[in-house]
């Protein structure tokens, strides 16, 4: 919301007239349709678990890590999933450093709600030793630019992180067994989270007292429209949560028109992903092949030494 006031202060009233009365004739200030999504981009890093995102002009970058800690005392058994956002004015100079303001915590809440609630993520398979040590995963989103729908591309790099994070093989040991042993990469292959399903967050904007309705609002959008619902489903059409901010009350009628077209984006979005992590993943096992010598070369150079 903080995003929204602060964008709204430098559009001029004959900005806001001129969206308005386009979206009335269908037509938005970027050329699209009212229910087109912008073109996405899903790029990786060299590490696991990175992940940079750009749907039109907005960039959100994702990072996951891991650690042992010890788990919490209703959920012995569970890992923990926990996501954190990182708002820099570089990205927006409405944007103040330091404690996370109001969208923040919300676009936080809403990529948290869409993972948690659907249990997309198996938190049983992070558990190494009931009631003493599982596995933490952390979700960084970084907002590297804000070009609007800021929700729908942190929720997709934080997918695309996930599903390229491999956290590290783990044995028990010791004399009682109870001692957890990290094994490097490089003596056992890191494995990949157990991933469910992916619940894709798609994001409307609301006007004129809820009658006009679009699709994946851009930044100036934002700044005019009445009010917010992000619908976060998968690609089974299975609800996973349901976010409405701002506005008065949306009827049953448009709810479902949401959900419909959303479950036909997250469906596409969902390829996109997948096939983007099929290529990263391909790519990760021939460097490991090209870093890795072959039993025949050493035993060309072995015997070069005799």
Same mark, same amino acid.
């Given at each position: 919301?903080?995003?929204?006031?602060?964008?709204?202060?430098?559009?001029?009233?004959?900005?806001?007239?001129?969206?308005?009365?386009?979206?009335?004739?269908?037509?938005?200030?970027?050329?699209?349709?009212?229910?087109?999504?912008?073109?996405?981009?899903?790029?990786?890093?060299?590490?696991?678990?990175?992940?940079?995102?750009?749907?039109?002009?907005?960039?959100?970058?994702?990072?996951?890590?891991?650690?042992?800690?010890?788990?919490? =005392?209703?959920?012995?058994?569970?890992?923990?999933?926990?996501?954190?956002?990182?708002?820099?004015?570089?990205?927006?100079?409405?944007?103040?450093?330091?404690?996370?303001?109001?969208?923040?915590?919300?676009?936080?809440?809403?990529?948290?709600?869409?993972?948690?609630?659907?249990?997309?993520?198996?938190?049983?398979?992070?558990?190494?030793?009931?009631?003493?040590?599982?596995?933490?995963? =952390?979700?960084?989103?970084?907002?590297?630019?804000?070009?609007?729908?800021?929700?729908?591309?942190?929720?997709?790099?934080?997918?695309?992180?996930?599903?390229?994070?491999?956290?590290?093989?783990?044995?028990?040991?010791?004399?009682?067994?109870?001692?957890?042993?990290?094994?490097?990469?490089?003596?056992?292959?890191?494995?990949?989270?157990?991933?469910?399903?992916?619940?894709?967050?798609?994001?409307?904007?609301?006007?004129?007292?809820?009658?006009?309705?679009?699709?994946?609002?851009?930044?100036?959008?934002?700044?005019?429209?009445?009010?917010?619902?992000?619908?976060?489903?998968?690609?089974?059409?299975?609800?996973?949560?349901?976010?409405? /901010?701002?506005?008065?009350?949306?009827?049953?009628?448009?709810?479902?028109?949401?959900?419909?077209?959303?479950? /036909?984006?997250?469906? /596409?979005?969902?390829?996109?992903?997948?096939?983007?992590?099929?290529?990263?993943?391909?790519?990760?096992?021939?460097?490991?092949?090209?870093?890795?010598?072959?039993?025949?070369?050493?035993?060309?150079?072995?015997?070069?030494?005799?």
């Amino acid at each position: 919301m903080e995003g929204r006031l602060a964008n709204s202060w430098r559009l001029t009233v004959n900005d806001k007239n001129f969206i308005k009365t386009a979206l009335l004739s269908e037509i938005r200030i970027d050329g699209r349709k009212p229910f087109e999504y912008r073109k996405i981009s899903i790029k990786f890093g060299r590490e696991d678990g990175s992940s940079e995102v750009q749907l039109g002009q907005t960039r959100v970058m994702g990072m996951v890590t891991a650690q042992l800690v010890q788990p919490y =005392r209703d959920r012995p058994k569970e890992g923990i999933l926990s996501i954190f956002t990182e708002f820099s004015p570089m990205a927006d100079p409405s944007f103040e450093p330091g404690r996370p303001g109001e969208l923040a915590v919300e676009l936080g809440h809403i990529v948290d709600r869409g993972l948690r609630e659907s249990r997309a993520v198996d938190t049983e398979s992070l558990c190494i030793l009931a009631g003493k040590f599982v596995w933490a995963i =952390r979700i960084d989103l970084h907002i590297l630019d804000n070009g609007g729908n800021l929700v729908d591309a942190a929720n997709i790099a934080a997918l695309a992180a996930l599903l390229t994070f491999r956290r590290p093989e783990c044995s028990l040991g010791g004399e009682d067994g109870q001692e957890v042993i990290v094994h490097p990469p490089e003596i056992r292959e890191p494995l990949p989270l157990t991933v469910h399903h992916l619940p894709i967050a798609i994001s409307f904007g609301f006007f004129s007292n809820e009658s006009i309705l679009v699709i994946d609002p851009i930044h100036n959008e934002e700044a005019v429209m009445g009010g917010r619902m992000t619908t976060t489903v998968n690609a089974n059409g299975d609800i996973c949560a349901i976010q409405k /901010s701002g506005g008065e009350g949306v009827p049953q009628r448009v709810i479902m028109q949401c959900l419909q077209l959303a479950t /036909s984006k997250a469906a /596409s979005i969902t390829k996109q992903i997948k096939d983007a992590v099929e290529v990263f993943n391909t790519e990760r096992a021939l460097q490991k092949i090209k870093r890795q010598p072959t039993s025949t070369g050493d035993d060309v150079r072995e015997k070069q030494n005799l």
